[in-house]
């Protein structure tokens, strides 16, 4: 990925979190505030149902994965746990209802 590339997906996301923020709070997360959220993540890990636009590497499908385990996981990547220079760009700018958000909405569509 680009630094370009880089770039705009952060400022999506950020996008994404000011529309967030004014989810109400349920047991896991919103899984329409995690959808606007993890628009971005797509491009590389080819979640509901698209294709990974650019597949250089090995990436990790995500959709249909367990609540747990994909909350675990951001939360690794963000507290730098997880080392992997990519995901820890991405998850470092997830607050942790970011992350419910996400794991709820990913949890909720069937792998592909
Ligand atoms: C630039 C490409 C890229 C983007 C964008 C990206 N990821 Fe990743 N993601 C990866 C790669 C590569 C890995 C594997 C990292 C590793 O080996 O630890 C990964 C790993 C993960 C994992 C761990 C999966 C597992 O089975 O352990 C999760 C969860 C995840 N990403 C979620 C997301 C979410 C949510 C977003 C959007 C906020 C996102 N990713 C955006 C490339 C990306």
Redesign the pocket.
């Known amino acids: 990925?680009t630094k370009t590339k880089?770039a705009c997906?952060l400022i999506a996301?950020t996008a994404a979190f000011a529309a967030s923020v004014f989810a109400a709070d349920a047991p896991k997360g919103d899984a329409k505030a995690g959808k606007a959220?993890?628009y971005?993540?797509g491009?590389?890990?080819g979640v509901t149902g698209y294709m990974n636009a650019y597949p250089n590497?090995?990436?990790?499908?995500?959709g249909g994965?367990n609540y747990d385990?994909?909350v675990a996981?951001?939360t690794a990547?963000k507290t730098g746990e997880?080392a992997?220079p990519?995901?820890r760009a991405?998850?470092e700018s997830?607050s942790d209802e970011d992350i419910r958000n996400?794991a709820t909405f990913?949890s909720s569509i069937s792998a592909q």
């Open positions: 990925m880089l997906a996301l959220l993890v971005t993540c491009g590389c890990h590497y090995h990436v990790p499908r995500i994965q385990y994909l996981a951001l990547y997880r992997h990519t995901m991405q998850a997830l996400i990913l």
